[in-house]
């Protein structure tokens, strides 16, 4: 039988002032004069020195580090997870200013997709820095929202820990190399076709997952699968035509693995689009704009905000000396949406997406996550924009 689904609620009177803050305090300087932005997005040096890059970039207005995956359990019963942290910076940090003072903000959403029972739970998190609530280090990867947690051990492996309506999963994650994917050079991930507004963007496209799940009122079970892990950070400047964003993270059968990012202005159109294909050994196919093409197939309305999603799609790479490849994808379950009001207050559609590639007449499996932003409206966190019609 399929179990309720989560209801999203009011947003909680803290939540909706500290996001108000996050925007007046990030534009003004202690003195109430506009605030110089401290990130400087040109400067690559903490993005390519390990293990620093994993951690926190107290320069960078907006950050994130998010992980998704798709398990099973001994019985075959399988399941997709996604665990995201967002750190928002607020007002530069003032030595011996009170502990109650605006610290960055932590924001986390926990997402799971059951997969054979059919149904979709997710949770969400805020926290401030300067109470010791939330908070991540900046000389390696340990990010926390009280008991959710994100951490790199000294082995190399991750560690993921989050409890909630969803269920308890705590999960080991380890990459099959050391040192992530770059999507560009020095890690660099243009958002607009001018490159007047970048991140830095790391990846582990196929870390091996295994680890317990326990289900609300039920007791833990053991989970292997696999695991998508990005770090993104940037000054949180954005294309001004831009209204959200479509991306892929796709592992194939074979072993390779493929990211699309397409940005949208308000019409639907793409304004820019990057991504890349992960050889099996590694290596980074990179993908110019004209050599991805991405058709819709199937749309979903979303009975809560009414915004209509795409979440099955045709996707067409052309990879230069190489065989074309083919994908047709689908929404492992149509509602997968996210209403996120007690946290970032942004709506938008995240889950598990399953399909076949076709290359040269063969045909493989291919698994992954597909989030889609700005349908809602809303924008995404650290930026506003219209419903995209």
């Avoid at 607009?192 to 997952?209: E, H, I, M, N, V």
């Avoid at 680890?211 to 954005?238: C, K, Q, Y």
Wanted: charged letters at 25%; glycine letters at 10%; proline letters at 8%.
């Amino acid at each position: 039988m399929r179990e309720p689904r989560r209801r999203p609620r009011a947003a909680a009177p803290l939540a909706a002032a500290l996001v108000v803050a996050l925007a007046a305090l990030a534009s003004t300087a202690p003195n109430g004069a506009p605030a110089a932005a401290p990130f400087d997005p040109m400067n690559a040096r903490d993005a390519t020195r390990f293990p620093r890059a994993h951690g926190a970039h107290p320069g960078a207005a907006l950050e994130w580090w998010y992980v998704t995956g798709i398990a099973s359990d001994p019985d075959g019963r399988r399941m997709g997870f996604e665990v995201t942290f967002f750190r928002a910076a607020v007002a530069p940090r003032v030595k011996g200013a009170s502990a109650w003072r605006p610290g960055d903000l932590y924001f986390a959403h926990f997402a799971l997709t059951d997969l054979t029972a059919r149904y979709f739970r997710y949770d969400e998190r805020i926290g401030r820095e300067s109470v010791a609530l939330a908070g991540a280090d900046s000389t390696d990867l340990d990010v926390r929202i009280r008991d959710w947690s994100l951490r790199r051990e000294s082995d190399g492996s991750l560690e993921l820990r989050a409890a909630g309506s969803p269920g308890t999963l705590s999960l080991r994650l380890e990459p099959a190399r050391p040192i992530p994917v770059a999507w560009g050079p020095e890690y660099r991930s243009d958002k607009s076709a001018d490159g007047r507004t970048f991140s830095r963007y790391q990846s582990y496209p196929r870390l091996r997952a295994s680890g317990t799940f326990a289900a609300p009122g039920d007791s833990a079970r053991p989970l292997v699968g696999s695991a998508w892990f990005d770090h993104e950070w940037s000054d949180g400047g954005a294309d001004p035509a831009m209204a959200g964003w479509d991306w892929f993270g796709l592992r194939l059968a074979g072993g390779r693995s493929v990211m699309i990012y397409r940005l949208r202005d308000r019409s639907g159109e793409t304004t820019h689009l990057f991504g890349g294909i992960v050889e099996r050994d590694g290596r980074v196919r990179r993908l110019l704009p004209e050599q991805v093409t991405l058709t819709p197939l199937r749309r979903w309305s979303s009975p809560r905000s009414g915004a209509r999603y795409p979440i099955g799609w045709r996707v067409t790479l052309s990879p230069p000396d190489a065989p074309e490849i083919r994908l047709t994808l689908e929404a492992a379950l149509e509602d997968q949406e996210l209403v996120t009001a007690r946290s970032t207050r942004v709506t938008y559609w995240e889950g598990v997406v399953e399909g076949e590639a076709i290359e040269a007449g063969a045909v493989e499996g291919v698994e992954g996550y597909l989030e889609l932003t700005g349908y809602a409206g809303g924008g995404w966190p650290g930026a506003g924009a219209r419903p995209a019609r």
